[in-house]
């Protein structure tokens, strides 16, 4: 089977990165200062075949109340459904933190408003060996291949941090080779032997270790115990101009994440398979079944200065975006967040 070519550093900056000009030129937002009714009450946003996002839970509960979702079609990736953001295309995106730093970093006024996704004991991504493979500590890494979905993005954070803690140089670091594997691909890889690693999460870990013959080396959650890894950004604009609408979408979300934390699993599950089922995408609800959590480390998603320092660091380092260009506090507020407040 084909391995993608991976992109370097600079291709992916520039996939990722965007002008002042391309955010100014996406459609302007509704809504002023004129109160509730002039602001808008329709969020248009990218989904994921076969999956229920936390907005789309969130509507599905009532928690949205009159604010509506518009379904314009399906990401095909974090760092493109915030730009899709950032542009004016959509009115909120999700994605990894490290790559809303590398947003930030291009210039986009965008700000973090809510975790959705993270790691913990239900949801994590592990780094998959053969069981037969010679592969038993970090240092064994040097000279092999390592496949993950992108790069620069979790995956590659997370196998940089495992082997800086275990006290690998950065020149042996580059010694180990990341490559781009399609998730879907990665399982078929790994036993193949075109790769030494493979990082798999969610329902294709399931399948694979369910199969056999692989083992982990770590996984993201044994490296940094539960963490949230992404948030949903919106334009400074539209938060500007829909402050209502902002406030009732992510403490709407809020409240689905802890909907779903208390309660049962086999509901949560027959829930987001009615979800799938009654919005007619010509979708397969089967890996559903296999979900287990958001993986949202903090009470109603609320973000704190740690979600974004570890990646600005990092990112620092690597030399992706300007050292002390910006603190993580300018890049997220809680202010529309009214989850567990008063009134």
């Avoid at 509506?68 to 899709?84: A, C, F, M, R, Y």
Wanted: hydrophobic share 40%.
């Amino acid at each position: 089977m084909h391995l993608a070519t991976a992109p370097n550093r600079r291709q992916f900056l520039a996939l990722l990165g965007i002008s002042a000009a391309a955010v100014s030129c996406g459609r302007a937002e509704a809504g002023g200062s004129g109160g509730k009714g002039s602001q808008t009450r329709t969020l248009r946003y990218q989904g994921a075949a076969g999956a229920v996002t936390l907005p789309e839970l969130a509507e599905d509960l009532g928690y949205l109340g009159d604010v509506k979702l518009e379904w314009v079609g399906n990401t095909i990736s974090g760092p493109q459904d915030i730009q899709s953001a950032a542009t004016g295309q959509t009115d909120f995106g999700g994605a990894f933190n490290g790559a809303v730093v590398k947003l930030a970093a291009q210039g986009a006024p965008v700000k973090a408003v809510i975790s959705y996704y993270g790691s913990d004991q239900y949801a994590y991504s592990g780094f998959y060996v053969r069981e037969d493979s010679p592969i038993r500590t970090p240092r064994d890494l040097i000279g092999k291949k390592v496949g993950m979905n992108t790069l620069g993005a979790h995956s590659e954070a997370m196998l940089e941090i495992y082997l800086e803690r275990n006290g690998l140089s950065r020149a042996e670091i580059d010694k180990v080779e990341a490559l781009v594997v399609p998730p879907v691909n990665t399982e078929q890889s790994l036993r193949q032997r075109q790769i030494q690693v493979g990082v798999l999460g969610g329902i294709l870990r399931d399948k694979a270790l369910a199969t056999g013959g692989i083992r982990p080396l770590f996984t993201d959650f044994q490296l940094l115990g539960a963490f949230s890894a992404g948030t949903y950004v919106m334009t400074d604009r539209f938060l500007k101009a829909n402050p209502d609408t902002a406030r009732t979408f992510v403490t709407g979300v809020a409240k689905a994440i802890e909907w779903s934390r208390t309660t049962p699993r086999d509901q949560v599950v027959a829930r987001m398979t009615e979800i799938v089922r009654k919005r007619g995408r010509n979708e397969d609800p089967a890996a559903l079944k296999f979900w287990r959590s958001y993986g949202v480390a903090e009470t109603g998603g609320r973000i704190d200065d740690k979600a974004f320092q570890l990646w600005i660091d990092w990112l620092g380092k690597r030399g992706d975006v300007p050292q002390g260009k910006f603190t993580a506090r300018d890049l997220y507020t809680n202010d529309y967040n009214a989850y567990g407040k008063a009134g």
